[in-house]
């Protein structure tokens, strides 16, 4: 496996179900991000994490639970979510969080019922 | 603020032919990276190009290329020969290296690519 990869790749869930999107790069970075891009806006920030220390909560609800166990892995856990937070979810790493260039993986398209 | 407005929401052009997309942005900070990103249908934000803030020179990689005006506040991307495959998405970002490595994004100009 190479760069950035995310699964599953869709997922289709109610409003009370629990389900977690995975991503992992295989790039050595020390940087990892979640943003959502929902129809017709720009990508929104979610989290960030350096080191596996979580540095940015762009004011996400608590419905949506980051988790980062080592550097390679980054864990978005969903529960409880409404309609409109079906959207494109992108993963994507760098080598820190200083502006490097971020790289992104293929993005797991979420929608709840 | 700290915004990128990409004033084109769709362009065509024919094969190869280059096209233009224009970005500009707005910051007070003196330390800033600006990039472009294609997204395919597919839904892949696929990497293209990075210029920073105090790179004298565009940014070139292979058909390519940032035309940065720093005093205009622009970013524009050129796409040499284009190709079918271009058709796509296409979005400007913005970064700062004191900000987390947030980066903000435009709202994507949509290319067509006509044979």
């Known amino acids: 496996e190479t760069g950035v990869t995310q699964t599953p790749r869709h997922l289709v869930m109610g409003m009370t179900n629990k389900k977690s999107l995975k991503c992992e790069q295989h790039l050595g970075h020390n940087a990892m991000y979640w943003y959502k891009q929902s129809a017709k806006k720009p990508l929104e920030l979610m989290f960030v994490?350096?080191?596996?220390?979580?540095?940015e909560n762009n004011s996400v609800p608590s419905r949506f639970s980051p988790e980062c166990p080592n550097s390679s892995h980054l864990f978005l856990h969903l529960h409880t979510l409404q309609p409109e937070d079906s959207a494109l979810y992108l993963c994507a790493s760098s080598q820190e969080s200083r502006g490097d260039t971020q790289y992104f993986g293929p993005g797991t398209r979420l929608t709840v019922l | 603020a700290q915004k990128i407005t990409q004033t084109q929401p769709g362009m065509f052009v024919q094969e190869k032919e280059a096209v233009t997309l224009d970005c500009t942005y707005d910051t007070s900070d003196q330390s800033y990276g600006l990039f472009w990103y294609k997204q395919p249908s597919s839904g892949e934000m696929i990497f293209l190009i990075y210029q920073g803030s105090y790179d004298e020179q565009n940014a070139t990689e292979g058909r390519y290329s940032l035309n940065f005006q720093k005093a205009r506040k622009s970013a524009n991307l050129v796409i040499s020969a284009s190709q079918l495959g271009d058709s796509a998405m296409y979005f400007c970002a913005m970064s700062f290296y004191n900000q987390g490595g947030k980066l903000i994004f435009g709202q994507g100009t949509e290319l067509s690519v006509k044979p």
């Open positions: 994490y350096n080191f596996k220390e979580q540095t």
